[in-house]
């Protein structure tokens, strides 16, 4: 196993030790005992705190995935293109036993545990989806899912392998992280491979979803697989949030929080669009200095709750930028 304290000589080590110091680091680890290898990313700091960990339920408790995939659970063990099941064991002898015999899921410690058996669709792309809910902007996660290829070498002259893209994104479809991991390949016993990759979430209020993508039809002999332990690990703790705008502000003539002020951290350009009930826009503003003072074309408004509408950039490099929206309300008092 390649981990943090193994050492590596010549120049190519010497710059491989340095990588693996800095975290920049994608592992290639096999568990010699046949059973386990993988294909990943480190997740240090809070690795251990898991916000999402799928195993698929036990034999007598599984849950619905109706909501995450596009294809149709059968209870059969043998499911056709486009199905899927949920089991504790595959029954090798599906399709005149192309099948590896699989007697227990990649859980550890659980009874009976199911894993997700896919036989994939005629048509590629995505397979399954998962919600990442409560994800913290700009802090950095980890997604990983352990896969197996279940058809036996020497079955298919020229066999069609699961090809898997993992890819992080809004819900808006703005892409945050895609990894191509190849094929999931043949191999001579049933071996668990994990897959994973790091991400940083977006600073906004919008949703994020994660996609399981298979790159290869249905179309020749294979393409079925199984997955197990579909999990989401918080990498570092939360980032401060780089925009503050106060709950209330109270425009009396009193001198005191006459003004709606806004903070934003290190942000390459920013607007504000404050709406009254009815959604019509009230206020506008890109700069900062130029603040609502709680009219509108010179009339004051009337007290109440009013939303707002930011928009603003953050450098990602020295070149690049990037955008974000965030929403929230304002009680005007007076």
């Known amino acids: 196993m390649v981990t943090a304290s193994t050492r590596f000589s010549g120049v190519a080590g010497q710059r491989l030790n340095k990588a693996i ?27 251990n705190n898991l916000l999402i960990n799928e195993s698929f339920g036990t034999a007598s408790n599984a849950p619905s995935l109706t909501s995450q995939t596009t294809y149709r ?19 090798g002898s599906c399709f005149l036993n192309t099948w590896h015999y699989v007697t227990e899921d990649h859980t550890a410690n659980d009874v009976r545990g199911n894993m997700l058996i896919i036989n994939a669709s005629d048509e590629a792309g995505t ?11 700009g802090t950095r996660y980890e997604f990983s899912v352990w896969g197996l290829n279940l058809l036996k070498p020497g079955i298919c002259s020229d066999p069609t392998l699961p090809n898997l893209t993992i890819q992080i994104e809004t819900n808006s479809g703005q892409v945050l992280q895609t990894i191509d991991f190849g094929s999931i390949d043949l191999t001579t016993t049933p071996t668990w ?23 290869r ?12 332990d579909i ?3 918080q990498c570092d703790a939360c980032a401060p949030d ?62 109440g709750e009013y939303s707002w509408v930011i928009s603003y950039k953050l450098a990602d490099s020295a070149t690049t930028t990037r955008e974000y929206i965030k929403r929230g309300y304002v009680m005007l008092l007076r």
């Open 21 to 47: 110091r800095v975290n920049i680091t994608l592992i290639f680890c096999f568990i010699y005992t046949g059973r386990y290898s993988c294909l990943a990313q480190l997740c240090p700091g809070l690795s």
């Open 73 to 91: 659970y059968v209870s059969s063990s043998c499911p056709e293109n486009g199905e899927y099941t949920l089991s504790p064991t595959v029954d």
């Open 127 to 137: 397979f399954y989806q998962q919600p990442l809910p409560g994800l913290c902007g």
């Open 242 to 303: 780089p925009v503050f705008v106060p709950d209330v502000f109270t425009p009396n003539d009193d001198r005191t929080n006459e003004e709606l002020a806004v903070f934003i951290k290190d942000a390459v350009s920013f607007s504000i669009t404050i709406y009254n009930r009815w959604g019509n826009a009230v206020f506008y503003s890109n700069s900062l200095g130029n603040r609502w003072n709680g009219t509108f074309s010179g009339t004051p408004c009337a007290a």
């Open 217 to 228: 039809g249905a179309g020749g002999c294979g393409n079925d697989l199984a997955l197990d």
């Open 231 to 233: 999990q989401l690990k």
């Open 193 to 215: 491979k994990l897959y994973s990759t790091l991400f940083t979430a977006p600073t906004t209020t919008e949703p994020v979803v994660v996609k399981l993508i298979n790159n």
